[in-house]
DNA sequence: TGTCTATATGCATATATAGATATATAGGCA
DNA sequence: TGCCTATATATCTATATATGCATATAGACA
């Protein structure tokens, strides 16, 4: 249970997750810490576009960053993140499959599901 | 490792969770299923405004909907979803205190941290 | 200190969506 | 079937933010 200023901060901390080139970053940082401009070239996207997200992502608390010569490394802060990811992605995985058998069902197709299609 | 689609929906599924008012729909429902008029009572918003939030958690397969006699019903689909956020609380918690620590450090307060202040 | 490179920021545009208000719809029940 | 209640939707406004392009800044190094 979650009080009023403990909701907020997961909220944002969810809302920070809720977009695919952020959760492209993270991914691309979990081997390890890199440079903005590998992380540009990995991900096909501009410059700027990547410096925003990289600094949304640290405000958030997801990483950090360090300066390392001419360049900026921004590494992983709590690989707890990938953890949140893994479980999403089980859960979306288990009601697809429900879903398709609940279609195989429909449709007759009973084969694969054991189900017995609705007349 | 995610790839392109499932980065997708991932992410819809974080931004599902990115609002205070769902977040709090979802703690209100933690206790078992409860018909639309209750979730409105509970939560002080109106009407309109919770239907369109709890037809958005449908819609990203967290709730489910039955109806119940002259109401609607709505229970959560994946406990999972408390799991999610318990991770994050333990997170936003740990991170809160370090940087705590820090600036009890900061500010030489080494009574509790052990760190020792900058001069 | 000046210069050069890597990164960050300002500004404009397009899109998404939360909430308020009014209204429509669904389905139980007489 | 027709009515009534609970829920859903349409529309509007305000706000947030992703992205592109141009430019500013930071800091290593001569």
Known sequence: MLNGAMTERVA???RALSEPMRLRILQA???GEKPVNDIVALLESSQPNISRHLKALC???LLERRRKGLKVCYSIADPMVFRL???ICRSVTEQTRSQLAELDAISGNSR????R???
Not at 112 to 115: A, E, F, Q, S, V
Request: proline fraction near 0%.
């Open 12 to 14: 944002r901390r969810f």
């Open 29 to 31: 940082l979990e081997s």
């Open 59 to 61: 405000q958030e608390g």
């Open 85 to 87: 990811c893994d479980l």
């Open 112 to 115: 694969r599901t054991g189900h």
């Open 117 to 119: 299609a609705r007349r």
